[in-house]
């Protein structure tokens, strides 16, 4: 799941990035109400972490703006005021949640985790296609007894897989989703991922498998299909 961090102190943004790409979130992070409203206008993230005090425009001024706007994405207030009044002010322009800073980061995680919870894309925990199934908490595959654990972008692409049974992604929907827009990375790390994905998909002897769209993209489906498009004449 994609996430933005917007917070002028740098350190902070680093830190929380950290944080929650350990635990296999994708995150971007800017440093002003401005560029927030533009990363908020051009992605659709499951989540959006706001500190209130920033420049050009106030993290309440850009919550207000996307509300305005039909956004609905949930929201976390961070800020260092702790009066009933700020709480308040920050739940009634359409904040899901509020934290108050300094923070324990392992609470920051809870209230990631929740704020999640309440996102028009979350689904459970535990993702079911076939016979194949992804826990996002233990980041594992699994299927007839057998396991086998994904690293950071290979969960994140079959994330993406399970939530979208048999609908095409391209690679450029996953380079923009997980590796973000400001990447450097090569778009072949899409193709190289999804080798590594396939190789485990037949390490599990499921009945699922990730199909070519000849220049278009890929899609999770049951191994008839797949059979069924590798017959067809090109």
Do not use: H
């Not at 002028?8 to 560029?35: C, F, H, M, P, Q």
């Not at 956004?71 to 961070?78: D, N, S």
């Not at 989703?177 to 991922?193: C, L």
Request: glycine letters at 8%; hydrophobic letters at 40%.
């Amino acid at each position: 799941m994609r996430i933005l961090i917007a917070d002028d102190e740098r350190e902070i943004t680093r830190a929380l990035k950290a944080i929650l790409e350990k635990k296999n979130y994708s995150v971007d992070t800017v440093g002003s109400g401005r560029e927030a409203l533009e990363y908020i206008e051009g992605c659709a993230y499951d989540g959006i972490v706001l500190d209130i005090m920033m420049p050009d425009v106030d993290g309440l001024e850009v919550l207000r703006r996307i509300r305005k706007k039909g956004i609905t994405a949930p929201v976390l207030l961070l800020t260092a005021k702790a009066s009933v009044e700020d709480r308040v002010a920050g739940l009634e322009a359409g904040a899901d949640d509020y934290l108050t800073k300094p923070f324990a980061t392992s609470e920051f995680v809870a209230r990631v985790r929740a704020l999640l919870r309440r996102s028009p894309t979350y689904l459970s925990e535990k993702l079911t296609f076939g016979d194949l199934t992804l826990d996002c908490a233990s980041y594992e595959l699994s299927s007839g007894g057998r396991t086998e654990r994904l690293n950071n972008k290979e969960f994140q692409m079959m994330e993406m897989f399970m939530r979208n049974p048999r609908s095409i992604i391209s690679a450029e929907q996953f380079m923009e989703r997980i590796w973000g827009w400001e990447s450097e990375t090569e778009i072949n790390v899409v193709w190289v991922n999804i080798s590594y994905l396939r190789r485990k998909l037949g390490g599990l002897g499921c009945g699922v498998a990730i199909r070519s769209v000849r220049g278009v993209g890929y899609a999770l489906d049951d191994l008839a299909a797949v059979a069924g498009a590798a017959a067809e004449p090109c």
